[in-house]
């Protein structure tokens, strides 16, 4: 994705993983050979195999350059993490790439002054933490970990009843419990507001559904508006049927609730979207279509 910049601010993608296959079923286990034959036509072969019936899903996080502060939002999978059964895809990593994309940036970890997550999920906390000298420590030494307290509160009370049992494929234990031990997180309310500066704002706003404390996160300045939207839209064909649910969404009925207000607010308007699975160009925004809504990467982006 190019950078994006959006009154005195900016954002970038740090790239853990490009451009990654799954089947279909994976990710949608309801969805049907039918509903990809009638998507394949606006859904471009590089996000969609028809044949194969596989969606192809990036994994990044955003990077948002305020005059005050270096955020990152969402944090990946993170390296030499056990994910097995459940993600074997993500099993024991060990790249170079997220850092690598960071360091593109011209920053390094000690130069994030905020981490932010949509959700608490294995697969946007990861890189919470790094592995050295056998403990689990804060990747982002300076910064401040803001979370929903919604989010942390839900699943801490389901990790006091099981301690001993890794809770999220054990990623609480190794990429949020760390964090919380170092004192570096901040809980707050899922409606927050991060960084102010004249025109510009960046703030958080629930969208629950896919999780218990699930938000977006806003960034607005005089001329432009972007929205960090997590899992509430993991592939472009979600547009499309927006009905189908993956197994780790919470309540589906929430989430629909919460996809079509998202969809609604934002088609045929500049918002940018930005979710956390789009492999490049990343960013792209919604158009109606013949009384349907779709997916427009930009082609500036």
Known sequence: MKTQKIGEMTIDTVVEM????????????????????????????????PVNHKVALSFHSFLIRTPNMNIIVDTCNGNHK?????????????????????????????????????HL????????????????????PN???????????FLYEQYKANPDVPLASG????????????????????????????DDKVWMEAATGHTKGHIVIHVKGKDGHAVMTGDIFHHPIIFAEPNLSSLA?????????????????????DTLLMTGHFPVPTA??????????????????
């Not at 060990?94 to 011209?106: F, M, R």
């Not at 906390?125 to 982002?140: A, E, I, M, S």
């Not at 949020?176 to 409606?191: I, K, R, T, W």
Request: some cysteine.
């Open 82 to 118: 056990p994910r097995l059964p459940k993600h074997p895809w993500f099993n024991m990593l060990a790249s170079n790439e997220y850092l690598t994309s960071l360091a593109n940036h011209d920053l390094n970890p000690e130069d994030i002054d905020v981490v932010m997550c949509t």
């Open 171 to 198: 990623s609480f234990n190794d990429s949020v419990l760390p964090v919380m031990e170092a004192g570096q997180v901040e809980l707050v309310d899922m409606n927050h507001t991060v960084d102010t500066h004249l």
């Open 143 to 153: 910064a401040r970990y803001v979370w929903a307290k919604q989010e942390f509160d």
């Open 284 to 301: 792209g925004r919604l158009v109606s279509d013949k009384g349907n809504i779709r997916f427009r990467y930009c082609e500036e982006c």
């Open 18 to 49: 490009s451009h990654k296959w799954f089947d279909a079923t994976w990710l949608y286990p309801s969805i049907t050979d039918e509903m990809i034959q009638r998507n394949k036509d606006w859904i471009s072969e590089m996000l969609l195999d």
């Open 249 to 269: 969404d919470f309540d589906p009925a929430q989430l629909l609730k919460t996809r079509v207000g998202i969809m609604e607010k934002c088609c045929d308007t």
């Open 121 to 140: 999920h294995t697969d946007h906390v990861g890189w919470n933490t790094r592995l050295v000298d056998g403990k689990w420590v804060p990747t982002f």
